[in-house]
């Protein structure tokens, strides 16, 4: 089936720094999503993306469809306190009634004092 | 507009054991889904609904059953539970066509 490739697994930085993230998936998709899960909740959506090479900015977001659409990339700028999370991709192809949305494994974000 | 919810919070279970866990939106939206979370491994779909009166397995169905009671309503049963289904369930909804899923706050399950 298809698998999403996240990494990485958790990250350890400084308050003020940039983080950057990625999923690659061996299959292609049409749209790719970026989440963002804070303790004791569910996930919710930060970024999404439809289009091969485009680049999308949320805040201090930004994310990237790769151009083999088998990739994308999330970078935060200039990392807070609340940025503390999991940080999911996600990939969706709409192929007739199939609907579903592949996870990858999750990117902790922790934010050192 | 309460979103998604989802009952109960907790749950502990003997092994063996069966119950169902509840969702329910407000929000009118045809696909519903439920997704279970264990460490290192992010969001698995278990099963989902395209809409009222359909239901397709996901990656992990086995162990599980599903009922799409209608339109706002997609419940999700564990027959006999086993350890190995300890887990954070999610439960979410979404428009046709649409990307952006709506989370409930999980139900946190504890099997024996």
């Known amino acids: 089936g298809q698998q999403l490739n996240q990494s990485p697994q958790s990250m350890f930085i400084q308050e003020g720094e940039d983080v950057s993230m990625n999923c690659t998936s061996s299959s292609i998709f049409n749209t790719w999503l970026w989440y963002k899960q804070d303790p004791g909740e569910g996930p919710v959506l930060l970024i999404a993306l439809y289009k091969a090479g485009e680049l999308t900015s949320n805040g201090r977001l930004t994310a990237q469809f790769g151009i083999t659409r088998k990739d994308s990339f999330l970078n935060i700028s200039a990392s807070i306190p609340s940025d503390v999370g999991i940080y999911f991709c996600a990939g969706q192809l709409r192929v007739r009634r199939d609907d579903k949305i592949i996870f990858g494994k999750g990117t902790r974000l922790h934010i050192l004092p | 507009n309460a979103g998604v919810t989802q009952t109960p919070k907790f749950q502990v279970l003997k092994t063996g054991q069966s119950m169902t866990l509840q969702c329910a939106q407000d929000?009118?939206?045809?696909?519903m889904y439920w997704y279970r979370q264990d460490p290192g491994m992010g969001l698995r779909l278990i099963y989902y609904s395209a809409s009222e009166g359909t239901t397709d397995k996901g990656e992990v169905p086995n162990g599980y059953n599903v009922s799409r009671l209608n339109k706002r309503e997609f419940s999700l049963r564990l027959e006999s539970a086993a350890p190995s289904q300890t887990s954070v369930y999610f439960c979410?909804?979404?428009?046709?066509?649409?990307?952006?899923?709506?989370f409930g706050p999980g139900t946190r399950l504890t099997v024996l």
């Open positions: 929000m009118n939206h045809n696909s």
């Open positions: 979410a909804s979404k428009k046709p066509s649409a990307d952006t899923q709506y």
